[in-house]
T-cell receptor
């Protein structure tokens, strides 16, 4: 248990569906992140939120839409996805400030786009 | 931007030492990290090294940092089957600020054989 919970753990969706991934952190952290993990590729940073404000959008297609209603919750809204979007989506949080910058990851949501 | 490179796969026999290597391009990092991902799980911080150190030892783990060559390595002594996992090297972009922006490598899958 890392203190970061992601739901659902597995999701299968068609290209025309709309679904959302949810992340919740119980660590009192200020920053939250979405990463995409694909086989044989480096982990890709998608979005960063700091105190609920988006501070980075790493050239992510608009079919991925993040939402951060408060510092403890982060969503990734999905619509009209492509098969190449199939991947493991990892949420993470961090304290920020002058610490080591350690990220705490959830277990991920495995997305399959048919 | 930052590039972090790792080999994709390493196989070792139980009881032998494992050495996982990583090269990076940005030399301004304050901390450099090794994360571990076990099957079906998210990433967990395994160890880290501060950039003014060249070696850090923590039980069976030894981290070596060669700043001149921008090379980081992780040595696992007496490798056990429970060490089978994917190991990610991670380097911060822009230092440690309020939000950590880590650049990850592809991960090295360590397979431990009997």
């Amino acid at each position: 248990e890392t203190g970061v919970t992601q739901t659902p753990r597995h999701l299968v969706m068609g290209m025309t569906n709309k679904k959302s991934l949810k992340c919740e952190q119980h660590l009192g952290h200020n920053a939250m992140y979405w990463y995409k993990q694909s086989a044989k590729k480096p982990l890709e940073l998608m979005f960063v939120y700091n105190f609920k404000e988006q501070t980075e959008n790493n050239s992510v297609p608009s079919r991925f839409s993040p939402e951060c209603p408060n510092s403890s919750h982060l969503f990734l809204h999905l619509h009209t996805l492509q098969p190449e979007d199939s991947a493991l989506y990892l949420c993470a949080s961090s304290q920020g400030g002058l610490g080591t910058g350690e990220l705490f990851f959830g277990e991920g949501s495995r997305l399959t786009v048919l | 931007g930052e590039d972090v490179e790792q080999s994709l796969f390493l196989s070792v026999r139980e009881g032998d030492s494992s050495v996982i290597n990583c090269t990076y391009t940005d030399s301004s990092s304050t901390y450099l990290y090794w994360y571990k991902q076990e099957p079906g799980a998210g990433l967990q911080l395994l160890t880290y090294i501060f950039s003014n150190m060249d070696m850090k030892q923590d039980q069976r783990l030894t981290v070596l940092l060669n700043k001149k060559d921008k090379h980081l390595s992780l040595r696992i002594a007496d490798t056990q089957t429970g060490d089978s996992a994917i190991y990610f090297c991670a380097v911060p972009r822009g230092g440690t600020g309020t939000a950590s922006k880590l650049t990850f490598g592809t991960g090295t899958r360590l397979q431990v054989t009997l």
